[in-house]
């Protein structure tokens, strides 16, 4: 059975850092790309970062070039997401994700970016 975990959300201030975390199992993680998503108040869900099954290849949205840092560790089935100079625009669930012929998801963390 397919399970995602993420943990590491929280109540930060703008500037502020935070670092998710996702573990996995039930597959062979290695052999999957692998994505964050966040669904902000009343917001579409929408793709973040996105990591290939090696760890040679990272995609960001724009919105977070230059602040987010996608990683992963195949030995510990982990996928990251180093986020720095939060902003209060990205307060929202963040969920790890990957595909193999269905979308498989985590149950979400809150990040919450506030003074």
């Known amino acids: 059975q397919v399970q995602l975990v993420e943990s590491g959300g929280g109540l930060v201030q703008p500037g502020g850092s935070l670092r998710l975390s996702c573990v996995a199992s039930?597959?062979?993680?290695?052999?999957?790309?692998m994505n964050w998503y966040r669904q902000a108040p009343g917001k579409k869900r929408e793709l973040v970062a996105t990591?290939?099954?090696?760890?040679?290849?990272?995609n960001y949205a724009d919105s977070v070039k230059g602040r987010f840092t996608i990683s992963r560790d195949n030995a510990k089935n982990t996928v990251s997401l180093q986020m720095n100079s939060l902003k209060p625009e990205d307060t929202a669930v963040y969920y790890c994700?990957?595909?193999?012929?269905?979308?498989?998801w985590g149950q979400g963390t809150q990040v919450t970016v506030s003074s």
């Open positions: 990591i290939t099954s090696t760890g040679g290849s990272t």
């Open positions: 994700m990957y595909w193999n012929l269905l979308n498989y």
């Open positions: 039930g597959f062979t993680f290695s052999r999957y790309d």
